[in-house]
């Protein structure tokens, strides 16, 4: 992709992620843009098209009832690591929003988390909106997958306005 096709977050990742301190930078930009990410204190790893890698620090703002890294935390982690790969892979041409998310819990998360989102798709070449399925897996210290979701999202070019095409 060109500079001018880039899509903005991507371009912002390639030049600030050459070290710690960029990496904190982007991190720290993403939770003032979505404020509610910020309770999992993410921290983005890697970003490209087509995937994009966000960790979590197990700390007492994250814990259940019995003192592990609460599903619903689990899921705000998915759905920034969704964000990411999204906005990595979304050309400046079209839009995306989350529709939908499924969410399977496989084992208890004692240890800080890494979310692994992918997708496998050429989103420049959607002509009219429609639903795309994100897929994210969430690891634990000891590389165990203990969680993974599935985000529907919904893409469309910025051009496609019509009533109706973009879910309520």
């Given at each position: 992709m060109s500079d001018s096709t880039t899509p903005k977050t991507l371009a912002l990742w390639q030049k600030l992620s050459g070290n710690a301190?960029?990496?904190?930078?982007?991190?720290?930009?993403?939770?003032?843009?979505?404020p509610y990410f910020a309770t999992v204190l993410p921290t983005v790893q890697e970003v490209e098209p087509g995937r994009a890698?966000?960790?979590s620090p197990k700390w007492f703002g994250v814990h259940n009832h019995i003192g592990t890294f609460h599903a619903i935390a689990a899921c705000n982690?998915?759905?920034t690591a969704m964000g990411m790969?999204?906005?990595a892979t979304t050309p400046r041409t079209h839009q995306w929003i989350p529709k939908g998310m499924n969410v399977q819990y496989l084992a208890k998360a004692g240890t800080s988390l890494r979310a692994v989102a992918t997708l496998d798709r050429d989103l420049s070449a959607i002509t009219e909106g429609q639903d795309v399925p994100v897929e994210i897996a969430?690891?634990?210290?000891?590389?165990?997958?203990?969680?993974h979701a599935q985000i529907v999202t919904w893409v469309r070019p910025k051009s496609d306005d019509r009533s109706g095409s973009t879910p309520g």
């Open positions: 301190a960029g990496r904190v930078l982007f991190s720290a930009g993403l939770w003032a843009q979505a890698v966000v960790t982690l998915a759905e790969v999204m906005e969430i690891y634990d210290k000891t590389g165990t997958e203990v969680v």
